[in-house]
């Protein structure tokens, strides 16, 4: 357990005394011989809580900081997992290495709650610190509520999630998995209040979590505007990605993929998103080209035919073993205009590449013979939303009001340019690419007075 300043207000009291417990590291004689008597089919029943005191009474003591809900479902079965791998091991788990705790958590026959409550009782009674190894198993949010209290916890969040709303962030893209990256912050700090966190915990937990790096760097930008940070963290490096799974596909055309991949100069999202793309397009040529394994194998007819594949490719199709498409609502739909541009963009770029880079001398124009589609070209484009006048109301006064004091970090361009786009975004209705067109100029100064006529 981490040592505090117990001075501090945001010191967070750890709920179990530890100090209380026997922590000898051999069990006695008479426990050895009550485990090698207990099956363990029925349970842990008052016998053997009375005859195995300090196995048991920490165990329970973890028991009673939930509800009694749940002590008779997952602790409860937890409890008995952890006595049998004591059995097991003829150690008490006080003395257990991490990764006997990884193999219990781990172990089939653990259900997920029991998953949950066995990295509980890890956590709490032997400073289990592999939590990010199997957050995967469970919600770290159950997690973190029943650690740190329900209360706490979800205080906290509240918190977090407000201030972020006040910057400008969506009700609705924040509650997409924020309650379980808080969670992993406040479990990698073993301190639930975001007055303890810093830049360097932050860092940390963000290594060890490395698919929600984005939301990490969100969680900064709210700790800034709450004054615990004194300014948020750069999210652009925060790029970590899965190796994907070339099962199915033939070795050669991987090769030259993985080859690209290293090779390629874009920026590390969009080389790996186009990376995914031409491994589909290997999954393609397996099902439909076997013959085809080789980049320098193309001809003008393979791209004939994978433009209609493209063009007819539902959502969940040429699927990589390594992406779970499970619950995706949108399974088994045509796949929208914008994806199959994305997915023509990085074939293209592949067969541009690695012919400019003399790999392979190709049979036909990619610019041309895989060129997006007309029929393609005039679905895609941007779909914009109605939005509510108060609330557009409220952008727009924000924009005339900006000061310097409202920026989080630091920002390379002049805030009079910042003023003035804000101006232009609110009043003109204009998208990006034509706000980029306006001539020096066309722009006049408004003497009229702007009138809030929402507060009156």
């Known amino acids: 357990m981490d040592q505090v300043d117990s001075a501090s207000p945001y010191t967070w009291q750890w709920p179990i005394d530890l100090v209380q417990y026997d922590r000898s590291p051999l069990l006695s004689e008479t426990e050895r011989n009550v485990l090698a008597n207990w ?28 509800s009694s809900q749940h002590r008779h479902g997952g602790l409860s079965r937890a409890q008995t997992m952890v006595l049998l791998e004591v059995q097991r091991t003829q150690q008490p788990y006080w003395v257990w290495e991490q990764q006997v705790w990884l193999n219990l958590i781990g172990s089939s026959s653990a259900s997920v709650q029991s998953q949950s409550s066995i990295v509980a009782i ?8 592999l939590v990010h190894c199997v957050c995967s198993k469970f919600y770290l949010s159950s997690l973190a509520r029943f650690i740190f209290g329900r209360e706490l916890f979800d205080q906290e969040c509240a918190r977090l999630h407000q201030a972020l709303q006040n910057i400008g962030y969506g009700k609705i893209s924040l509650e997409q998995n924020f309650p379980s990256i808080v969670a992993a912050v406040m479990l ?40 615990i940070l004194p300014k948020p963290l750069r999210m652009r490096n925060y790029v970590s990605w ?26 590390p999202k969009t080389r790996e998103s186009n990376y995914s793309f031409i491994l589909r397009a290997g999954l393609w040529l397996a099902q439909n080209h076997p013959e085809i394994t080789s980049p320098a ?63 392979v001398q190709l049979k036909f124009n990619p610019h041309y013979h895989l060129a997006t ?8 484009g941007p779909n914009p939303r109605a939005i509510d006048d108060n609330f557009w109301l409220k952008l727009v006064w924000a924009s005339l009001n900006l000061e310097p004091s409202y920026r989080l970090g630091e920002i390379w361009y002049p805030f009079e340019m910042l003023q003035a786009i804000s101006v232009i975004w609110t009043h003109a209705g204009l998208r990006q690419n034509e ?22």
Do not use: M
């Open 39 to 66: 099956s363990g089919t029925t349970g842990i029943r008052d016998s053997i809580r009375a005859a195995l005191p300090r196995l048991c009474r920490p165990l329970e003591d973890v028991v009673a900081l939930t």
């Open 122 to 129: 890890a956590y709490l009674l032997c400073d289990f610190r």
């Open 188 to 227: 990698e700090n073993r301190n639930p209040y975001l007055e303890s966190f810093d830049g360097e915990l932050l860092e940390r937990t963000r290594e060890k979590y490395t698919t929600q790096a984005r939301s990490i760097g969100k969680i900064s930008h709210g700790l800034a505007a709450l004054g």
């Open 242 to 267: 899965k190796e994907k799974s070339t099962e199915g596909i033939a070795s050669e055309w991987a090769d030259f993929c993985r080859r690209w991949r290293e090779t390629s100069t874009l920026q």
């Open 297 to 359: 194998e193309w001809t003008v007819e393979t791209c004939a035919d994978f433009l209609a594949a493209l063009n007819r490719l539902k959502v969940g199709e040429w699927q990589l073993h390594s992406f779970d498409y499970t619950g995706r609502g949108n399974l088994g739909t045509p796949l929208n205009a914008n994806s199959k541009r994305g997915v023509l963009y990085a074939i293209r770029r592949f067969f541009s590449d690695i012919q400019h880079w003399g790999w």
């Open 373 to 380: 589609p007309n029929s393609i070209l005039r679905l895609c």
């Open 435 to 456: 706000i980029t067109r306006l001539r020096v100029g066309c722009a006049r100064a408004q003497n009229d007075p702007i009138v809030d006529e929402a507060t009156g």
